[in-house]
């Protein structure tokens, strides 16, 4: 599993294409356990964690980004 130190150095699209392909996993792996073609259902709760990181880090960039560019405007009416 990557740490979630490696996904900050990620760009937004490389989060995107890792979150699709992540939610891609998971889906199969639900499909395979219900099945019964895999034993293995730890493993489903890996592939949640792995998309709820990615999630949490695309939020946090969302929160922070606007804060960073813009300048912040006063209303005082000086």
């Known amino acids: 599993m990557t740490k979630f ?3 900050k150095n ?3 699209k490389e989060l995107g294409a890792m979150l ?3 939610k891609e996993d998971l889906q199969a792996l ?3 356990v219900a099945g019964q073609q895999y ?3 730890r493993e489903i709760r890996v ?3 792995l998309v709820a990181q ?3 880090l695309q939020k946090q960039r969302k929160i922070a980004g606007p804060a960073k560019e813009e300048p912040a405007v ?3 009416g000086d």
């Open 47 to 49: 592939q949640k964690q």
């Open 5 to 7: 130190k490696e996904f």
């Open 10 to 12: 990620k760009n937004g």
């Open 20 to 22: 699709l392909k992540a």
């Open 39 to 41: 034993k293995n259902v």
């Open 54 to 56: 990615i999630l949490t």
């Open 30 to 32: 639900k499909f395979k």
């Open 74 to 76: 006063s209303n005082k």
